[in-house]
């Protein structure tokens, strides 16, 4: 496999080293592709792919044994999205990590978000990414101040005359085409730091089982003084959700799990009781709108039945997990 500049354009071992780190769980249609589209990704620089397989059943595990081109590590358990880049990143050899799921195909050179983490001032730096169909991916976004995320289920986060404190994510498709250099949070699915910079914050936090980790990192990232930072002109095909209805009813519940998480981690308990009873009280109203249009339009009435069950679930998990130490249970 390439790795990054042809060995007759320099000696084997003086470009910089990027450890590439992908965690893997039932994600076997992807991996092939995943893999080989990084082979061209760096020109600059030489690279290791580390992928962390989570205890998958869809036989990647022996696919990846196969994999000569790769450092394999197998979990004995899966471990979430949080566990498996930490474990990665243990085995990683490179000054500078990039992270990037398995569902993914990059089509650009990522050289630039490595250049950047050059500047001092700048901790962690992601691209731009892309559905199947190549239309926009909404990927960064505004802090998750409890406000805003009380505010943005109010399900007026594209009119864009309201201000930012509707919006959890940036919906201006515009937005997506020109670098930040300084933002709230970036998608986890594609970023880069410096190995230094990862190995000082522990990390991403395991108490995050999946969903919103990569918030919690990007803050943890701006209180240590360094910027978050966007490159429009490096783009990842990134293949989740793409098509779907909506994100399903397991998918909601470690959301909201995941922001009394960050709530309580960040904001304290107040403010988490206060979250959970404002949006548990939203959901069983979103229930109850669904079911209803799934009882006046017959032609709809699956997905809308899920989404009535779905909101209902959701709500009763926040509604029932306000004690202290609820805040401190796994993600479901």
Same mark, same amino acid.
């Given at each position: 496999?390439?790795?990054?500049?042809?060995?007759?354009?320099?000696?084997?071992?003086?470009?910089?080293?990027?450890?590439?780190?992908?965690? %893997?769980?039932?994600?076997?249609?992807?991996?092939?592709?995943?893999?080989?589209?990084?082979? $061209?990704?760096?020109?600059?620089?030489?690279?290791?792919?580390?992928?962390? =397989?989570?205890?998958?059943?869809?036989?990647?595990?022996?696919?990846?044994?196969?994999?000569?081109?790769?450092?394999?590590?197998?979990?004995?358990?899966?471990?979430?999205?949080?566990?498996?880049?930490?474990?990665?990143?243990? $085995?990683?050899?490179?000054?500078?990590?990039?992270?990037?799921?398995?569902?993914?195909?990059?089509? +650009?050179?990522? =050289?630039?978000?490595?250049?950047? &983490?050059?500047?001092?001032?700048?901790?962690?730096?992601?691209?731009?990414?892309?559905?199947?169909?190549?239309?926009?991916?909404?990927?960064? @976004?505004?802090? $998750?101040?409890?406000?805003?995320?009380?505010?943005?289920?109010?399900?007026?986060?594209?009119?864009?005359?309201?201000?930012?404190?509707?919006?959890?994510?940036?919906? %201006?498709?515009?937005?997506?085409?020109?670098?930040? +250099?300084?933002? @709230?949070?970036?998608?986890?699915?594609?970023?880069?730091?410096?190995?230094?910079?990862?190995?000082?914050?522990? @990390?991403? =936090?395991?108490?995050?089982?999946?969903?919103?980790?990569?918030?919690?990192?990007?803050?943890?990232?701006?209180?240590?003084?360094?910027?978050?930072?966007?490159?429009?002109?490096?783009?990842?095909? $990134?293949?989740?959700?793409?098509?779907?209805?909506?994100?399903? #009813?397991?998918?909601?519940?470690?959301?909201?799990?995941?922001? #009394?998480?960050?709530? #309580?981690?960040?904001?304290?308990?107040?403010?988490?009781?206060?979250?959970?009873?404002? &949006?548990?009280?939203?959901?069983?109203?979103? +229930?109850?709108?669904?079911?209803?249009?799934?009882?006046? =339009?017959?032609?709809?009435?699956?997905?809308? #039945?899920?989404?009535?069950? @779905?909101?209902?679930?959701?709500?009763?998990?926040?509604?029932?997990?306000?004690?202290?130490?609820?805040?401190?249970?796994? %993600?479901?």
């Amino acid at each position: 496999m390439k790795a990054g500049i042809p060995p007759a354009e320099r000696e084997e071992h003086s470009a910089p080293l990027v450890s590439v780190i992908i965690v %893997n769980y039932n994600g076997l249609r992807f991996m092939e592709e995943c893999i080989q589209s990084l082979d $061209h990704a760096f020109d600059k620089y030489r690279i290791e792919i580390v992928v962390v =397989d989570n205890a998958s059943s869809d036989g990647s595990q022996d696919w990846l044994r196969t994999r000569q081109d790769i450092v394999y590590i197998e979990s004995k358990e899966n471990t979430g999205f949080t566990g498996g880049n930490n474990l990665g990143a243990s $085995h990683a050899r490179g000054s500078r990590f990039l992270f990037i799921n398995n569902d993914t195909r990059t089509i +650009s050179q990522l =050289d630039p978000l490595v250049n950047l &983490l050059d500047n001092p001032h700048v901790g962690l730096v992601a691209c731009r990414l892309q559905y199947g169909n190549q239309s926009q991916q909404f990927s960064f @976004g505004f802090d $998750h101040r409890p406000i805003r995320i009380a505010l943005s289920w109010l399900g007026v986060e594209k009119w864009h005359m309201l201000p930012s404190i509707f919006r959890r994510l940036e919906t %201006n498709p515009a937005a997506y085409l020109q670098d930040h +250099s300084n933002l @709230g949070w970036v998608s986890g699915a594609c970023f880069a730091m410096r190995a230094t910079d990862w190995a000082a914050l522990g @990390g991403f =936090d395991t108490g995050f089982f999946m969903y919103c980790e990569d918030v919690d990192l990007c803050m943890r990232v701006r209180q240590r003084g360094l910027r978050v930072a966007y490159i429009a002109n490096c783009q990842v095909i $990134h293949y989740e959700g793409a098509g779907k209805a909506w994100i399903g #009813q397991a998918a909601l519940k470690r959301t909201v799990r995941s922001y #009394q998480i960050f709530t #309580q981690k960040h904001y304290g308990s107040t403010a988490t009781t206060l979250l959970s009873l404002w &949006l548990g009280g939203l959901f069983l109203l979103r +229930s109850a709108a669904f079911g209803i249009l799934s009882f006046l =339009d017959s032609g709809k009435s699956a997905v809308r #039945q899920e989404k009535a069950a @779905g909101f209902w679930q959701a709500a009763t998990l926040l509604l029932t997990s306000l004690a202290p130490s609820a805040t401190r249970a796994p %993600n479901p």
